[in-house]
């Protein structure tokens, strides 16, 4: 079945760890592939996306994410995490081409020790 | 600029009832899509608006219905309220119809409790 999975329900790291947010994938063609990040009571906004190229890509606020085809795997890293990063990151695909119609994973929320 | 704007904030209705929900694009904007996000899940789309017609659907029932307005505003109706629909309501605008490089702005969304 075509399916996005963020197997990570809850991360906690400490403020300036390094982290990763895993996202996999099962559609039968190389979709496009974004994160969002939402903060309690807001809409989501794009950190990143990936449709072809280079398969580690930038995106806002310190963020990247590596695209492993043969792992169906688009990975979300940041080297150094703040305390304002502490919210719900969600992994999508657009399998049709058309991104206004996007196959969201069930989230990952993010929790910041001091 | 000012985003995409979504109104009301909140909202409770009883079962059985109808809501309808408000969204106004970023200016410029002239497609509209809509998504639903129950508690502890990530959105779900349900209508995608572009020049005031329908360019995609989601796995929703019949009850739920958008439109898009001349001035690319849209509406999403909800008929029959059920507790399920119990959800956070996305909108979201795009310059275009779906084009990679034409990224979605999401709102911060209608929080609609059915009781």
């Known amino acids: 079945a075509q399916s996005v999975t963020q197997p990570d329900i809850h991360i906690t790291v400490s403020e300036g760890a390094s982290l990763e947010l895993r996202c996999n994938y099962s559609?039968?063609?190389?979709?496009?592939l974004f994160w969002y990040v939402q903060s309690p009571g807001q809409g989501l906004q794009l950190l990143l996306k990936?449709?072809?190229?280079?398969?580690l890509v930038q995106g806002i606020k310190g963020f990247e994410a590596e695209f492993k085809r043969s792992q169906s795997s688009f990975n979300l890293r940041k080297p150094s995490v703040h305390w304002s990063d502490a919210a719900e990151y969600f992994c999508?695909?657009?399998?049709?081409?058309?991104?206004?119609?996007?196959?969201f994973g069930a989230g990952t929320r993010l929790t910041v020790k001091p | 600029d000012a985003g995409v704007t979504q109104s009301p904030t909140h909202l409770i209705k009883t079962r059985g009832q109808h809501v309808t929900l408000r969204c106004s694009p970023i200016?410029?904007?002239?497609?509209v899509s809509w998504y639903q996000q129950v508690l502890g899940q990530g959105p779900q789309f349900i209508f995608q608006?572009?020049?005031?017609?329908?360019?995609g659907r989601g796995n929703f029932p019949d009850r739920f219905s958008a439109r898009q307005f001349p001035n690319y505003s849209s509406e999403l109706n909800v008929n029959a309220l059920l507790l399920g629909d119990s959800a956070l309501y996305l909108c979201?605008?795009?310059?275009?119809?779906?084009?990679?490089?034409?990224?979605?702005?999401f709102g911060n969304g209608t929080r609609l409790t059915v009781t």
């Open positions: 979201a605008s795009s310059k275009q119809g779906g084009s990679y490089n034409s990224p979605l702005h």
């Open positions: 559609y039968g063609a190389t979709p496009y």
């Open positions: 990936y449709f072809s190229g280079d398969t």
């Open positions: 999508a695909v657009a399998p049709s081409g058309n991104n206004n119609d996007m196959r």
């Open positions: 200016s410029g904007h002239k497609s």
């Open positions: 608006y572009y020049e005031k017609e329908e360019r």
